[in-house]
C-alpha cells in the first residue's frame, strides 16, 4: 500500500507542477559596455530542449512588438507555446534597445557580426544556466540569417529554427519589396543604385535623397545595411550538418515561400513546413487582402495561428534535443 500510495503522489506532484504554469524568470548576457538583457520562460518540471529566440530587423522588443505599431507579440506567444509542450525558451532585446540599451552607446552602430557575438554569449548563458549540452538558434526574418552566421562551427548549438527568414541575400529581397509596391516607382531611380554600392560595400550620400528614402538610407545605417547586405543565406545554410527546420507562412508578404524554397534545397537534409494562410508575424490570414494581413501586425489579442507551435515543437522532439 506504501508503495501505492508514494506512486499515486508523485503523480499529484506531477499534476501540481503541470498546473502551476511555466516559468518565468530575467536573465542577463554579457555586453560591450552594459548587460544586455532577456526573458527565460521554461516548464514547470525541468526545461527540455532550449531555444534561443533572435528577433527580426529594426527596434522589435522581445516579445516581438516595437513603437511603430507592430503588436503582435509573436515572440511572447512562442515563447508560451512552447513552454506549454515542455520546451524552454530564452527571448532578448538587442544591443543598444530596450532594457540592453545600456550595452552600446548607439544601437545604429552595429553589424550582423556585432549580433553573432552576441548569439555566443547568450548560447553560453544558457547553457550555465539550465545545463542543457547546446542550445537551439530561432531566428526570424533578419533574425533567420543572424541565426545562420551564429551557428557555424559551434559545438553548444544543437541546430536552427529559421522561421520566415530570407532564401536570397537582403539586398534582393530589399529589391523586390521596392519593386513590388507601385506606389514606389518614382523613388526607384534613387533606391536601386544605392542599394547597388552598399551591396559593393560603399557609403552613399543622401544629401539630395528623396525625403521618403531617408529613413531606409540613413548614414546612421548604412554601416549595417553593408554588413547586411554581405551574407548570403543559401551560402550558409548549404553543408551545415546540423538539424534544420524551415518554418514559411505562405501568406507572408515580407518574406516568400521560395525564399524558404530556396533555403531548403540549398540544405536537403532540413525540414521544410510551409503554413498555409499564415502571414510574416504568424498569424492566420484568410485572404489575399493586404489590409487583412497588415492589420494582424497591430492586433496584440490573436494567437499565434495553428500549427505554428505544433511544428517547432515536433520538429524539436523529433531531433531529440
Same mark, same amino acid.
Given at each position: ?14 499534476? &501540481?507542477?503541470?498546473? /502551476?504554469?511555466? =516559468?518565468?524568470?530575467?536573465?542577463? !548576457?554579457? %555586453?560591450? #559596455?552594459? *548587460? +544586455? ?90 547553457? &550555465?544556466?539550465?545545463? /542543457?549540452?547546446? =542550445?537551439?538558434?530561432?531566428?526570424? !526574418?533578419? %533574425?533567420? #540569417?543572424? *541565426? +545562420? ?173
Amino acid at each position: 500500500m506504501k508503495i501505492v500510495f508514494a506512486a499515486f503522489g508523485m503523480s499529484l506532484m506531477v499534476m &501540481q507542477a503541470a498546473m /502551476a504554469g511555466p =516559468v518565468q524568470s530575467f536573465v542577463q !548576457s554579457p %555586453g560591450p #559596455l552594459g *548587460a +544586455l538583457k532577456g526573458t527565460m520562460l521554461a516548464p514547470a518540471m525541468g526545461h527540455g530542449a532550449v531555444v534561443l529566440i533572435i528577433p527580426g530587423s529594426g527596434p522589435t522588443d522581445r516579445d516581438g512588438n516595437n513603437a511603430h505599431g507592430l503588436k503582435a507579440g509573436t515572440y511572447r506567444l512562442l515563447a508560451e507555446g512552447l513552454a506549454a509542450r515542455g520546451v524552454t525558451s530564452v527571448r532578448i532585446d538587442k544591443r543598444g534597445m530596450f532594457a540592453s540599451a545600456g550595452a552600446v552607446p548607439d544601437a545604429n552602430a552595429v553589424t550582423v557580426d556585432d549580433y553573432v557575438r552576441d548569439v555566443h554569449e547568450w548560447v553560453g548563458v544558457i547553457r &550555465q544556466r539550465t545545463g /542543457a549540452p547546446c =542550445v537551439w538558434l530561432l531566428g526570424h !526574418s533578419e %533574425g533567420g #540569417l543572424v *541565426a +545562420l552566421a551564429a551557428a557555424r562551427h559551434q559545438d553548444d548549438v544543437c541546430g536552427l529554427i529559421l522561421a520566415a527568414t530570407p532564401g536570397r541575400r537582403m539586398a534582393d529581397v530589399l529589391r523586390q519589396q521596392l519593386q513590388a509596391n507601385p506606389a514606389n516607382a518614382p523613388l526607384l531611380g534613387q533606391a536601386l543604385p544605392a542599394i547597388d554600392a552598399l551591396e559593393a560595400g560603399k557609403r552613399v550620400d543622401t544629401g539630395a535623397m528623396n525625403p521618403a528614402l531617408i529613413p531606409l538610407f540613413r548614414p546612421a545605417v548604412q554601416g549595417f545595411l553593408i554588413s547586411l547586405f554581405s551574407y548570403d543565406p543559401v551560402k550558409l545554410v548549404g553543408g551545415y550538418g546540423k538539424p534544420v527546420l524551415i518554418l514559411q507562412g505562405e501568406r507572408d508578404i515580407q518574406v516568400r515561400p521560395e525564399d524558404a524554397r530556396l533555403l531548403a534545397g540549398a540544405d536537403p537534409r532540413a525540414k521544410l513546413v510551409l503554413l498555409p494562410d499564415v502571414n510574416h508575424v504568424f498569424k492566420a490570414v484568410d485572404s489575399e487582402s493586404m489590409g487583412a494581413n497588415a492589420a494582424t501586425y497591430s492586433d496584440p489579442s490573436l494567437p499565434l495561428a495553428p500549427g505554428v507551435v505544433e511544428a517547432i515543437a515536433t520538429f524539436l522532439g523529433a531531433a531529440g534535443k
